[in-house]
């Protein structure tokens, strides 16, 4: 069967532009108008879609190569035959003569436009959509700007994108920004007003400057807004070209074109995060299903920008600076990673830990082997693999699209460990099996070694849940934050005695306090008391424990 040239279509005035990405491969089929290739010049991207519905026989450049107007690119087979092909191919070589008349009306208005104004006064200007290349109702998808903000010429307001181009509206001129007429979702056409600007006026007509030559559909889409009180000096970027989609994104903010944005919105992934490999960092396919991937595999070790202040303090007084080790880095990104990804709500409840305490101090001395101390830390660790045992949903994590949960057969418990270098969270392993004295022998040894740097590496990872216990320390009340992928975390504070009433009397009680965060997308609020109030009632019988 004949195979059908594809060509890059008219560039609309432009000699040369890069491929910046071949979006297909030989044998894929493809849609009319899906893209092909995608190419880039300083100031716009455009895609070369396929010209009818067929299937890829040939590719005939490669990324970094540079293409003009009409360059034989690839080779395609038609769905239907060459003839229906050939039927289809003329569409993207020349515009449809709605869009030309589109385009000449748009050349003819520039003059119109431009009755330059030479005053350095400043004054508001309406910011006005430009020509978009014939194409009406453009949705805008993103504003860029901040009402307020100072912004130079060519800065991008706001960014439209039809189902087949993306498109900035760029300041006009460099001044600042009074109002937005319009939001995220509205459609606009060329001439809507979309907002105005405060500028101070100086240049000379664009149709004076830029009038010499016609321009071509490309280079008019980015130009001052058609019916600008005072006109751009910014009338010779490229832009939209019917033919060739293009997506022009010159803010550098986020650079992508119209396949990745729709993408994007699909997989729900906010551009701004993702790092693009492209040229000049352009954010292609396979940079949002890498970043997808990533944040589904380690959700807590993603990479959050954890951000301090850059006001300069010297100037209130006398400052010092240290660096942060290693330690408090990792720290600080778990924490922001947890703090701003998961729901998190604190339950607090006190246990009656006055027999525990009792026993702890009198009977268990005897039992305890030369040099071992038991804390009420053990006997809270052997509380918890209880009641993580009687309530599942404590001892998972959420599955990898948080429509699973996996729910862990082991009982592996983290105890966070205050050390001069920083936080570390050893786990105690397998705690549903071993006794309150091998608890507390373990934790210990732990904790010791964690404080002599002398962690192995394994000795931290497996935890499905975690305490963290200031309980030497002093305090009445904490909120620990989710240890992610877990669920939930236990923050034990200072037990102290308490006036509680028996029916009859008040009489001292030690109570400990307890404060349970949990991830709420896992764990209702009933489910976090109720899981509170039976540990507290296992601390407060300790015969509980012992069984
Ligand atoms: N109420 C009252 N007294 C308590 C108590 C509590 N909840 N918990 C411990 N104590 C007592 C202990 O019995 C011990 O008393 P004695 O010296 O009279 O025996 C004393 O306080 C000190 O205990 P400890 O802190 O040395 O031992 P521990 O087993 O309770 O805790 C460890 C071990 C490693 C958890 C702890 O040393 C530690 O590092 N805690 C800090 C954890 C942390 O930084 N958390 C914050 C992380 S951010 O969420």
Known sequence: MAHTQV????????????VIEICVKVGDSLETEEALIVLESD????EVPAPFSGTVKEILVSVGDKVGSGTHVANMEAEGGAQAASEEQAAPKQAAPEEQANTQESATARPEASAANASAEPQEMDVIVPDLGGVDAVEIIELSASIGDELAAEDSLMVLESDKATMEIPAPQAGKLLSFAVKVGDKVSQGDVVGKMLVTQAATSTAETKSDAPKSAAEK??????????PSAQA?????????????????KVHAGPAVRKLARELGVDLAQVNGSGPRGRIQKQDLYDFVKQRVNNPVASPLTVK???EDFSKYGEISEKSLNKIKQVTARNMVASWSTIPQVTQ????????LETYRKQSMGALLPEGVKVSPLA?????????????????????????TLILKQYYNIGIAVDTPDGLLVPVVKGVESKGVVDLAVDSSELAKKARDKKLPMDAMSGASFTISSLGGIGGTAFTPIVNAPQVAILGVSKASYKPVW??????PRLMLPLSLSYDHRVIDGAQAARFARYLCELLTDVRHLLL
């Not at 100031?43 to 455009?46: G, I, L, Q, V």
């Open 348 to 355: 607090f409840d006190e246990a009656d830990i006055t027999e």
């Open 308 to 310: 301090g202040s850059d």
């Open 236 to 252: 010779n970027q490229p832009a939209a070209n019917t033919h060739s989609t293009p997506s022009t994104n010159t803010s550098g």
């Open 221 to 230: 889409s980015e130009a001052a807004p058609a019916k600008a009180e005072t």
């Open 379 to 403: 006997f809270i660790m052997k509380a918890c693999a209880k009641a993580l045992q009687a309530f599942p949903e404590f001892n998972s994590s959420l599955g990898p699209n948080a429509d």
């Open 43 to 46: 100031k716009a991207t455009m």
């Open 502 to 507: 028996n029916g009859k009397e008040f009489e």
């Open 7 to 18: 060509n890059v279509p008219d560039l609309g005035g432009i000699d040369e532009v890069e």
